[in-house]
T-cell receptor, first 114, second 113 residues
Framework: NAGVMQNPRHLVRRRGQEARLRCSPV?????VYWYRQLPEEGLKFMVY????????ESGMPKERFSAEFPKEGPSILRIQQVVRGDSAAYFC????????????FGQGTRLTVV | DQQVKQNSPSLSVQEGRISILNCDYT??????FLWYKKYPAEGPTFLIS?????DKNEDGRFTVFLNKSAKHLSLHIVPSQPGDSAVYFC????????????FGSGTQLTVLP
């Protein structure tokens, strides 16, 4: 019974490159959330997706960041033209339908921009 | 504008004693509160939660207390064990259909043997 799987665990990108972070939710979970944790801070909500739909992206920076959760396959968080300030741990969580209080987190992807 | 605040970045407690972690919130529309535990290089794991219609929820060594009038909640761990050493995050959910969690900045708990 696999939990939320994120890959890669660690990702190093040079400034200006693209970063793609993947998240496979718990089997049967149709809701996915992305959070970002900057050093010495708590997790900050970025985006909430259901299959093929973005429900709430109020926490997502307006430029360079995008997210998708296709009908088949993992959810992807894409960061274009990365900058040093994008360096952070990115966590994905999933929950079953109508039970948003039961969100399970993945182990995170630690992005380092050099 | 932090809506969920954990004012103590760290706490040290002797093994076997009680650990009390505190959390304050400002948004009265929060109606569900959760505590997560996080080890280094891992994701947060759910610990315990409480609905705003209750003032206490207990699960084994963990008890969460909610004081709505003070907009304050606390997590009690008793007895504390070295394996409890981790960062503890308080999180809150808004009433209605919103599902995203609003997190505090965390408290590093160290339980000394």
């Amino acid at each position: 019974n696999a939990g939320v799987m994120q890959n890669p665990r660690h990702l190093v990108r040079r400034r200006g490159q693209e970063a793609r972070l993947r998240c496979s939710p718990v089997k049967g979970h149709s809701h996915v959330y992305w959070y970002r944790q900057l050093p010495e801070e708590g997790l900050k909500f970025m985006v909430y997706l259901q299959k093929e739909n973005i429900i709430d992206e109020s926490g997502m920076p307006k430029e360079r960041f995008s997210a998708e959760f296709p009908k088949e396959g993992p959810s992807i968080l894409r960061i274009q033209q990365v900058v040093r300030g994008d360096s952070a741990a990115y966590f994905c969580a999933s929950s079953p339908p109508n039970r948003g209080t039961e969100a399970f987190f993945g182990q995170g992807t630690r992005l380092t921009v050099v | 504008d932090q809506q969920v605040k954990q004012n103590s970045p760290s706490l040290s407690v002797q093994e076997g004693r009680i650990s009390i972690l505190n959390c304050d919130y400002t948004n009265s529309m929060f109606d569900y509160f959760l505590w997560y535990k996080k080890y280094p290089a891992e994701g947060p794991t759910f610990l315990i939660s409480i609905s705003s219609i209750k003032d206490k929820n207990e699960d084994g060594r963990f008890t969460v207390f909610l004081n709505k009038s003070a907009k304050h909640l606390s997590l009690h761990i008793v007895p504390s064990q070295p394996g409890d050493s981790a960062v503890y995050f308080c999180a809150a959910l808004l009433s209605g259909s919103a599902r995203q969690l609003t997190f505090g900045s965390g408290t590093q708990l160290t339980v000394l043997p």
